[in-house]
């Protein structure tokens, strides 16, 4: 378990990366262990990816799957370079001996470093990724209103084309999760080595513990429990762990 000096280390190591929780913003340094948690939300929402997403810029495509934020997070970076293809960045959080929050003192930032492997893909396979995005309603209006729990299995995409934004979301278990074809495409080009944690259904009603104090749920205080909200082509505002 980990104890309180611990916790005001994490606290202050992500102070001091943004300069106070509340203000931090993602700006592409997502390898950084000093920022993924304070930026996370503002990652997750492809902030920076929605300021750079003018007419003639490349594409830039980001895919999250949240399998429990404490237990995987799974992260796809499609960047193009500028000919049709492009290079795939696969990042891996926890699943692998791991925890996503856990602090130790062999490596005190261990919990928020991923396994990355980088791959090109050639034009044919952007185009095939490209026609499974269209397939599984990524470039489609978001669910507006779809709440996203921490503990479940979902995706969330923002995806930079033609210099427009789409932001979009799937929750497991429901039709439209089930429809999606470019999970299996991004999984067979990871070369991270990490198996997928397959999808866990949450109880329903179990997102309502976001919004109790730990200390009156009884439970370890190192889960993370928030809920964030799909509004109109991204997330609801933007909250801290």
Request: aromatic share 10%; net charge neutral; proline share 4%.
């Amino acid at each position: 378990m980990i104890g309180k000096p611990f916790r005001r280390i994490r606290v202050a190591l992500l102070l001091l990366a943004c300069g106070g929780l509340a203000a931090c913003s993602y700006q592409g340094n997502i390898d950084n262990p000093l920022t993924i948690k304070a930026t996370w939300f503002s990652h997750l929402n492809g902030d920076d990816i929605r300021t750079a997403c003018v007419e003639g810029s490349t594409p830039h495509y980001r895919l999250i799957y949240n399998a429990d934020y404490d237990e995987q997070l799974r992260s796809y970076e499609v960047v193009g370079d500028g000919a049709g293809g492009a290079t795939l960045t696969a990042r891996v959080y926890g699943s692998s001996g791991l925890v996503v929050n856990r602090i130790q003192f062999s490596d005190p930032l261990g919990w928020a470093r991923a396994t990355k492997r980088d791959t090109v893909l050639s034009a044919a396979q952007v185009a095939g990724l490209d026609a499974a995005l269209q397939d599984s309603g990524a470039f489609a209006p978001a669910p507006e209103g779809l709440q996203l729990f921490s503990k479940e299995t979902y995706w969330v995409s923002t995806l930079c084309r033609d210099g427009v934004v789409f932001f979009n979301a799937w929750r497991f278990p429901s039709d439209r999760f089930a429809a999606i074809t470019f999970d299996e495409l991004l999984f067979a080009l990871d070369e991270t080595g990490i198996a997928v944690r397959e999808p866990v259904a949450v109880p329903v009603g179990a997102s309502a513990r976001a919004g109790v104090p730990r200390r009156r749920q009884g439970v370890d205080d190192r889960g993370n429990y928030f809920n964030v909200k799909v509004g109109d082509n991204g997330l609801e505002g933007h909250l801290a762990l």
